[in-house]
């Protein structure tokens, strides 16, 4: 059985454990240099605030108190995901982060009773542990693993977990009300081209005939075909096609703990991030480094670090994202461990030509798109790597706009949640002046 943990508006709610006086009320999280809302609660949704809104357009809305818009916080973030991760690590014999708050576990040799107890059991835990509201979905493949996500957050019956054998008349009568659209990997466009041929459900999918999906789609789409039969055969990897994150991991030939040789792989990593991002036309807000010990040593010490770094501005320049994670590595990176596996994952990506577009934004000055360009296209000629970076310099001090920041609590000594005895004084202490 597979699970995914996905948490709910995961930095919303990473807020609302420091500063519980936002429950139940409409909360926005902006971007780096409070540009527009990045993250929404529930409430901020209901009001039809979309995402991408500038922040300046909601401004007499925030100033009269009728919404909160915060500052991005992504230490914190990072921190509260690390946290989440390893949780699971404790609890699950396998666990792969999907991205920054969703995160696959494999269940083997359970029961389908025992795998929703478990479910019920971690999301209790991770609620009371960490403070963050998830949903869980359970299936044998990662496809109906994420449509029981999406069913779990849907309807409230399923009190957050949600677990889908594959075969039952639950599952029948779930995938005949999902839209295609809904299920992972196939977009509006793919949707769209579906209906024609009269495939409208998940059902029909499922249903279809896989060669002749191969034929006239493509081999993931029958693959995905496969999965909603409960027919495992999507890797993570495959999972990638609508690009919400960017990642490249590999296992090291050779378990190390040198620092040179992990940055080494980070770097080989990050460039070809940086490659994807640009092929799809994306800019990242921030970038995640991690590192897994092999757990299968259990006669090792163990060690799964991750780090989250924040762009200065959205970004697809490999130089800046290489910055990124070698400050990642820096905050992370002991000695002590032998690393197995190191990674790099481009997060909350935005569209560039829509984010060149608007106004609200100058280009950074030291983006250089075609250096960029013509490096990849070197690359594309040549050979993958026949031009990439060395090592970088120290970063630049980045000077950040951040004006509705929240305290990072659980990383900052100066920054822990300060408790009092008068009404209001967590409130007052909590927000930065
Ligand atoms: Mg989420």
Redesign the pocket.
């Known amino acids: 059985m597979i699970g995914l943990i ?5 930095y919303v709610s990473c807020e609302r454990i420091f500063q519980p006086a936002l429950e139940g009320r409409p909360v926005g999280v902006m971007s780096n240099n409070d540009g527009c809302v990045i993250a929404r609660s529930a409430e901020l949704k209901a009001l039809d605030i979309p995402m991408g809104t500038p922040a300046f357009k909601l401004e007499g809305l925030r100033r009269r108190g009728e919404i909160h818009l915060l500052s991005s916080n992504y230490e914190l973030y990072g921190d509260m995901s690390r946290r989440l991760t390893q949780l699971l690590r404790d609890a699950c014999p396998e666990v792969a982060p999907y991205s920054i ?2 995160m696959f576990v494999y269940l083997e040799g359970l029961t389908t009773e025992q795998c929703e107890g478990l479910g019920r059991e971690l999301r209790q835990r991770i609620r009371r542990h960490l403070g963050l509201p998830v949903c869980i979905g359970l299936a044998p493949t990662h496809t109906l693993a994420k449509l029981a996500n999406h069913l779990a957050k849907q309807a409230s019956h399923y009190q957050g977990v949600c677990l889908l054998n594959g075969h039952d008349h639950t599952t029948e009568a779930l995938l005949k009300r999902t839209p295609v659209g809904s299920v992972w990997g196939v977009g509006h466009r793919l949707a769209e081209r579906l209906a024609i041929g009269g495939v409208n459900t998940a059902w029909d999918l499922r249903e279809s005939n896989e060669k002749q999906l191969r034929k006239h789609f493509s081999v993931v789409l029958a693959r995905t075909a496969l999965e909603l039969r409960g027919v495992p055969c999507l890797t993570m990897n495959a999972l990638d096609k609508p690009r919400e994150r960017i990642m490249t991991s590999r296992s090291f030939g050779q378990p190390t703990g040198v620092f040179a040789e992990v940055h080494n792989a980070l770097r080989r990593h990050a460039q070809r991030s940086a490659e994807k991002l640009r092929e799809q036309r994306s800019l990242a807000r921030a970038v995640m480094v991690f590192l897994n010990t092999n757990r299968h040593r259990r006669d090792q010490l163990q060690y799964f670090p991750q780090e989250l770094i924040a762009l200065p501005s959205p970004s697809d320049d490999t130089r800046v994202i290489l910055d990124a994670v070698r400050q990642g590595l820096e905050r992370i990176h002991r000695p002590r461990y032998q690393f197995m596996k190191a990674g790099v994952m481009l997060l909350d990506l935005v569209d560039a030509e829509q984010y060149q577009m608007s106004l609200l934004h100058q280009p950074a000055r030291d983006r250089h798109p075609f250096l960029m360009a013509t490096i990849d296209q070197i690359n594309q000629r040549m050979g993958q790597g026949t031009i990439s970076f060395g090592m970088t310099n120290a970063p630049a001090a980045w000077q950040l706009r951040c004006a509705h920041r929240s305290n990072r609590f659980t990383t900052r000594w100066d920054e822990l949640m300060k408790v009092g005895t008068h009404p209001g004084a967590i409130d007052a202490c909590s927000s930065r002046t």
Request: glycine fraction near 0%.
């Open positions: 996905d948490a709910n508006n995961f708050d969703e």
